[in-house]
C-alpha cells in the first residue's frame, strides 16, 4: 500500500513538473525577427522582386539621409523603425511618409505588403499613397510625416 502512495506521489509530481515546464515554454518570449535598431524592413507590390529587409548601413543623423530614392520600391515602401517613419513610392518620383505607429493600439508597422502598410498586432491596414486605414480595427489614418527629397536622397524635414 505505501509503494502504491509512492507511486502515485511520483506519477503526480512528474507530470506536475512537465506542465510547469511547458507553461514557462509557451509564456516565454521567442526569436525576434524583427530587423536590428538602426536599420529598415523593405516591401514592394511586385511579386517578382525579392521581399529584401537587408539593413541599411547606418541610422541617419539628425538631417541625414534616410534612404536613397531608388532604395523605396515603387508601389511599396520601407519601415524606418529607429525613425518611427515609414516612407512610401506610390507611384514612380512620388515619395510619402507617415508615422509608423499605428493608430489603433499605438503598435509599431512592420512592413508595407500589396501596396498597404501593414501592422501586425492586430491586422489592421494602411494605403502607402495617404496613410488612411484600409482594413482592421484602427479607425483612422497614420499621421503624415514631413519628408523632402534632395537629388536622389530622402531625408526627415
Known sequence: MADDLQSRRAVFASVGAGGL???????????????????ATQSSTESSAPQSSAPQSSAP???????????????????????KVVVTQPTAGEFKAFSALCTHKGCPVTSVENGAIVCPCHNSTFAIADGAVTGGPAEKPLAAQQIKVENDEIMLA
Open 21 to 39: 515546464a511547458l507553461a514557462i515554454t509557451a509564456c516565454s518570449g521567442g526569436t525576434d525577427t524583427a530587423t536590428t535598431a538602426g536599420t
Open 61 to 83: 543623423q539628425a538631417g541625414g539621409a534616410l534612404a536613397k530614392t531608388a532604395d523605396i520600391p515603387v508601389g511599396g515602401g520601407t519601415v524606418f523603425k529607429d525613425q
